[in-house]
């Protein structure tokens, strides 16, 4: 069982996608943070996101 952390609001304001540079925004429900111009969804592991492309998993839409 995975514990979800929710994701400090100041540090959603001041993260952006590493690719693109674009706000992301958080996905509670699969713990991650999604870069919509991208399409690319960052881990959040132990309540740190992870912000490295290779780590990310592509979305659809």
Same mark, same amino acid.
Do not use: F, Q, W
């Given at each position: 069982? /995975? &514990? ?7 540090? &959603?304001?001041i &993260?952006?996608?590493?690719? /693109?540079? /674009? /706000? ?33 998993r592509?979305?659809?839409?």
């Amino acid at each position: 069982m /995975t &514990l979800s952390h929710k994701v400090d609001p100041k540090l &959603l304001e001041i &993260l952006v996608c590493p690719l /693109t540079k /674009t /706000t992301l925004r958080y996905d509670e429900a699969a713990n991650e943070l999604i870069s919509d111009k991208a399409k690319l969804a960052y881990p959040i592991r132990d309540g740190i996101p992870i912000m490295l492309v290779e780590e990310a998993r592509k979305v659809e839409g």
